[in-house]
């Protein structure tokens, strides 16, 4: 299955962006509307060239860098694979700026940043420091 094998990439991505690390301060910007269109579209609007990894009808994805630093942004072709992609995803720690069928992983300044230019609603995935001995 196309998603999954993109899931497990992008997985392998925020493991190497090292997105488990401790979030920083609040945020006090107004947060705009919540940007759409493509995965272009929304690279362009944050200033990065997007390095495609996958380009599947279900999934668009691609590590891009720009001022504010790397992150994984992914486009999909439905709300659910969407959502099904985050609740896999969240597993893994990192932080998510999450628009209607798209999704930006990166660590928690860098998505806060993004947050100030796509809007979106912030989300956090599993906290994993606690483990361990």
């Known amino acids: 299955m196309r998603l999954r094998s993109a899931l497990l990439a992008a997985t ?14 609040g945020d006090a910007k107004a947060v705009p509307p919540t940007a759409t269109g493509s995965l272009e ?12 990894q996958t380009d599947a ?18 486009t999909f072709a439905t709300d659910r694979g969407q959502r099904e992609w985050i609740n896999d995803a969240k597993d893994y720690g990192g932080y998510y700026l999450v628009g209607r069928k798209w999704v930006a ?7 806060k940043a993004l947050r ?11 906290d994993h420091h606690a483990h361990g001995g």
């Open 105 to 111: 992983v990166g660590d928690d300044g860098v998505v």
């Open 57 to 74: 009808d279900e999934i668009r994805q691609a590590i891009c860098k720009n001022g504010d630093g790397k992150f994984v942004l992914a």
């Open 12 to 25: 392998g991505v925020v493991a190497a962006l090292g997105l488990a690390g401790c979030g920083s301060g």
């Open 41 to 52: 579209s929304l690279a362009a609007e944050v200033k990065c060239r997007p390095d495609i």
């Open 116 to 126: 100030g230019t796509l809007g979106g609603d912030l989300e956090t995935g599993a």
